[in-house]
């Protein structure tokens, strides 16, 4: 087995006190596609909702079967992975250990990849499931009740998580391994398309993943803005205008600029660490003051549920009757996922220097996965018992007013209104704020030329993509609707299937020409005991 640090691999000097330089062409390619792509949302508004609809639609029903292969792909990827042979290779040399802690590396690693997003979700996804249930069940049916935490818990579980895995593996690789001081994804890919990733090509792959890291931003923004707006106006009594909605965005754009600005180690690790013992307290008191016992039980029975079908959903596109749920739904997700995949496979090898690869995947898919279930455990089963057992009819609300009107309702079903609403609309201001800071920051690095292990790109990068995502959230936000949320992820993720699919090659080739051929057996010439 060839060493980790090959004496052919590059000797990268010290570079402190070196100043980070743009890369003209991917920095300002990027920012002006995204203008393109984003101004006539905020010039034309509502009247692109029939547009988008119908290119929404075409998307994914015409490649349904492409992303549900791509995710479970990356599922079996995954797995090989960390539990084959290359599972104990060190991302870092023999002396490099962990830059950061357990909790904080997990923290960082969660919060960074899943956002106030998921607060949203783990409380609409079920009440939408129960009116509009999967594989042909009544609305509000025992049936559509069993599906409705197990098919969140599926699009916010291990297949989610496995699509990052890739990149974040091949870019850990790069990074710490091959000691390449690139944080272009295009130069991951060099394993399969050699030197071409020095020219155009490269560049457009690098344009592609920005694009595709706005779309994704774009689609969280468009969800959890709008819920804090409403429960922002319905606590201080005002109408949910326009203008609260701006107004959110401005908050959150400043908390997230702020901590962008500071960097790693002084804003966004310590803006996770917080964000996650924020969550904690929160769901710890919704369990507490909920109906525990069912809340328990639902949740196991929708684990159970879950294990039961995870294969029949994970290929389900039900071409047949053309309901439409694994399109508006899983490929949905999938597409979403896929669009955070390389902003979250840059952040994951950022912060994991000195971890093995095992180690990496089984946390990046079992604890995230843990975490991510608690909010549907705590959320949806609160959200599901509010629907079908106390009379509340959320469906209602959310149909006619929006999901983030009915968030609102569920939290004013709370005790100590006074004090949950305010903390809880603190939480989601943090917990967009780390989502955010952390994509803005890798935007930044994509976008510079060499950044190396004791430098950032430059603070003017930083704010500015700040200042342009969240003019991006206002866009998607006058158009309003579903439709424009989905799509901002959905378009701009198409190309990243198959960066993702070169990453994985490139990946499975350095670690060959590093390691040897699978087919080499390895061993260790233990002595005998007498």
Known sequence: MKNLLQENLEKIPKSKGKSVLINPVVFWGSAILCVVLYAPMLIFGKELQPYVSTILKAITYKMDWLWLLFALGCVVFSLWLAFGRYGNVKLGGKDDKPEFSDFSWISMMFTGGVGAGLVYWSMAEPIFYLKWPPFWGEAFSAQAAQFSIAYGIFHWGITAWAIFVPGAIAFAYMLHVRKKPYFYPSYACRGVLGDRVDGWLGRAIDIFVVIGLVGGLGTTLGTVIPMMAAVSSDMLGIENSMTVKVAVTLVVAAVFTYSSYSGLNSGIKKLSELNSWLCMGLLAFVMLVGPTLFMLSFYVDSLGVLATNFLRMSLYTDPITKSGFPQDWTVFYWAWWAAWAMYFGLFVARISKGRTIKNVVINMMVITTIGCSL???????????????????????????????????????????????????????????????????????????????????????????????????????????????????????????????????????????DFGGESKVQVVDYQEED
């Open 375 to 513: 909010f549907f455990l705590v959320f949806g089963t609160y959200a599901v018992d509010l629907q079908l057992n106390q009379g509340i009819a959320l469906d209602k609300t959310m149909t006619e007013v929006g999901a983030g009107a009915m968030i609102s309702q569920v939290l004013h079903t709370l005790p100590l209104t006074g004090i949950v609403i305010p903390y809880f609309l603190f939480v989601m201001l943090i917990f967009q704020a780390t989502t955010i800071d952390s994509n803005a920051y890798i935007i930044s690095m994509i976008s510079s030329k060499e950044v190396r292990n004791d430098q950032e790109s430059p603070r003017w990068t930083r704010l500015f993509w700040c200042a342009l995502l969240a003019l991006i959230g206002v866009a998607i936000m006058m158009v309003g609707g579903l439709p424009v949320v989905q799509l901002s992820s959905v378009a701009t993720s198409v190309p990243i299937i198959f960066i993702i699919i070169i990453l994985g090659m490139s990946l499975c080739k350095w670690l060959k020409e």
